[in-house]
């Protein structure tokens, strides 16, 4: 899984075999500001990696950097067995880009902007293919630059994945696009990865790194602070259930989570969900008392999410490059 230089929780050692991306003590500084902070990255060959982080974290550098337009201050960075930074030529053959604002030639229209895409590239695929596949047939004849902001996102997304390139680099893929767009660009990366593809994608919709993800970094102040498979980085956190109880509450029975009260409601964050919630029904059930509003739940990317944003602010020294968004 996902390694760091501090091996947060979570995470172990991994070997060469089948690394798309290898990043080793990775710095990037612009001046005196350093915006990562010796960082370690694995990317299994196949997999969905989600890179998240709070405003200002980093991500977005670390992608330029392993999409050959940044430059690296220390470390080493390889993907697909190449260096970015001195391959550049060769890995763009192999890979393909999508940032979060496009480079596009406003004059072309949707056709003449596929159709010079397939002459710069060596990878087979047809503009009518992609056109069907983002919705985009209708708006062939269309300028670019009279296109929406979605529909220059979905225009961006097909040529990031013409030819089904082995290593897709995605930064906010999703950003400006309506519910059902949206849909459909995660059904694309979907069928990216049951090609046997490799995806690497940086979202602030955490809703779409549950669905879409194998594995999760969340990167703080130029530093991966938790990393590994959903299950394991929401493992870090507690579950928590609640309850309003009647007026008069009596002594509740000893839990081994926190317990919170506000006015008749009672809050439980605990380690054990189904202990504690089993101690908390049978104590009720026995005393004959009432509960409404009962919720339970497990811990969720959002819970670790804020465990990161909360628990070490970046100060506003330590900012990321403007196109780095904020995760609500």
Do not use: C
Not at 3 to 32: F, K, M, N
Not at 98 to 113: P, R
Not at 164 to 185: F, I, M
């Amino acid at each position: 899984m996902t390694e760091t230089t501090q091996r947060p929780a979570g995470t172990t050692a991994t070997s060469s075999a089948g690394i798309a991306v290898a990043v080793r003590d990775l710095h990037v500084h612009y001046g005196e500001f350093e915006a990562v902070r010796g960082i370690d990255l694995d990317v299994r060959r196949g997999e969905v990696f989600a890179l998240l982080g709070t405003n200002g974290a980093g991500k977005t550098t670390t992608l330029e950097v392993l999409e050959g337009f940044g430059r690296r201050s220390g470390g080493t960075v390889s993907v697909l067995g190449l260096d970015p930074a001195t391959d550049r030529a060769a890995l763009r053959q192999r890979m393909g880009v999508q940032l979060q604002e496009g480079g596009f030639v406003e004059e072309l229209t949707v056709q003449e902007t596929l159709e010079l895409w397939q002459r710069l590239v060596d990878r087979p695929d047809r503009p009518q293919r992609l056109m069907e596949r983002f919705e985009l047939d209708g708006r062939r004849g269309v300028p670019v630059g009279k296109l929406s902001g979605g529909e220059k996102r979905r225009l961006d997304l097909a040529l990031a994945v013409w030819g089904s390139p082995e290593l897709v680099v995605l930064d906010e893929p999703t950003t400006g696009l309506d519910p059902g767009s949206r849909r459909r660009t995660w059904d694309a990366i979907q069928e990216l990865q049951e090609a046997g593809r490799t995806v690497v994608l940086t979202t602030h919709y955490l809703e779409e790194a549950e669905a879409l993800a194998d594995r999760v970094a969340i990167m703080h102040a130029g530093r991966v602070a938790v990393a590994g498979t959903l299950a394991e980085i929401v493992a870090t956190q507690p579950a928590r259930f609640s309850a309003t109880l009647p007026p008069g509450r009596e002594q509740l029975p000893t839990l081994t989570g926190t317990v919170e009260y506000d006015d008749d409601q009672v809050r439980v964050r605990t380690e054990d969900l189904q202990g504690d919630l089993t101690t908390f029904l049978g104590w009720a059930a026995a005393r004959g008392v009432r509960l409404s509003g009962l919720r339970a739940a497990p811990a969720s990317l959002t819970d670790v999410y804020h465990s990161v944003r909360d628990g070490d602010h970046a100060s506003d020294d330590h900012r990321d490059d403007h196109r780095d968004l904020e995760v609500p």
